[in-house]
């Protein structure tokens, strides 16, 4: 069967299976993971797993590149550079900060409110309506603060605020575009790539500040804490080898302070 479905989708083709059929054959799930179906799972998945196709991510670079080339000089590049900005270093999922590309999934519930919206000259704070971690649907609120590091989240945030005021004062969102609407994915997809290529995505934003604030000397708790992730499965977004990264937390202990981002 593994001949023709990934292994992975046989496991939960089982699983289906045992659902349909427990109340024809009530002993069906101890057959499902006896011996003989564990150990020939565990076969095909060696012999038949493609790997993972995993985006590069995000690096301190590329957003020194983005920034320089998309200059503060129009409103959706004033936008692009939050939503860059904000993605990288609170961790965000694409999806949090602009909408789907099907018109059929945009919900305004799931919008950053602008009236969430905190500015400080040093730091930054919104909610986050609902994430993907959030089952009871009681939002995270954000906070970003200024730092003498590579690149400052909070003077971008607050230019392409000020624009925003000016164009749209009464628009509930947070984030919009030129055009008055909420950016989508391909919107902000098709900017990145403009000058990335094709080797990155929406999720190169999450797997850079991952890999970043793992550098930075951050211990798995807190970086999962501002990921929102449910479980260890963010580990996956550090995308280097730990000996890499020992070498860049030495250096950066030795050189300057970590910044302060959090998830609340």
Request: with cysteine; glycine share 4%.
């Amino acid at each position: 069967m593994c001949h023709h479905i990934k292994p992975d989708s046989v496991d939960s083709y089982l699983s289906g299976i045992c659902n349909q059929l427990e109340h024809l054959f009530p002993n069906i799930r101890a057959v499902r993971h006896g011996h003989l179906v564990a150990r020939t799972l565990a076969g095909c998945k060696r012999m038949f797993n493609s790997p993972p196709n995993r985006k590069r991510p995000l690096e301190i670079e590329d957003l020194q590149l983005l920034l320089q080339v998309f200059l503060p000089n129009s409103h959706d590049n004033l936008l692009f550079r939050a939503i860059l900005l904000c993605g990288f270093f609170a961790l965000h999922r694409l999806g949090e900060l602009t909408y789907p590309n099907n018109p059929r999934l945009h919900s305004s519930r799931k919008l950053i409110r602008r009236s969430s919206v905190l500015l400080t000259s040093s730091s930054c704070t919104y909610i986050l309506p609902s994430h993907k971690a959030d089952r009871l649907f009681q939002g995270s609120t954000i906070i970003f603060a200024t730092q003498n590091d590579d690149i400052d989240p909070v003077q971008p945030f607050a230019s392409y605020l000020t624009s925003r005021n000016q164009l749209f004062p009464y628009h509930p969102a947070l984030f919009i575009a030129s055009d008055g609407t909420v950016p989508t994915r391909s919107w902000f997809i098709s900017r990145l790539r403009t000058y990335l290529h094709d080797n990155v995505t929406g999720h190169s934003l999450r797997a850079g500040g991952a890999t970043f604030f793992a550098a930075a000397g951050w211990p798995d708790n807190r970086i999962q804490a501002l990921g929102c992730w449910s479980s260890e499965a963010f580990k996956i977004y550090i995308r280097k080898n730990p000996v890499v990264l020992q070498a860049l937390l030495h250096g950066r202990i030795l050189s300057s302070h970590t910044p302060t981002f959090a998830r609340v």
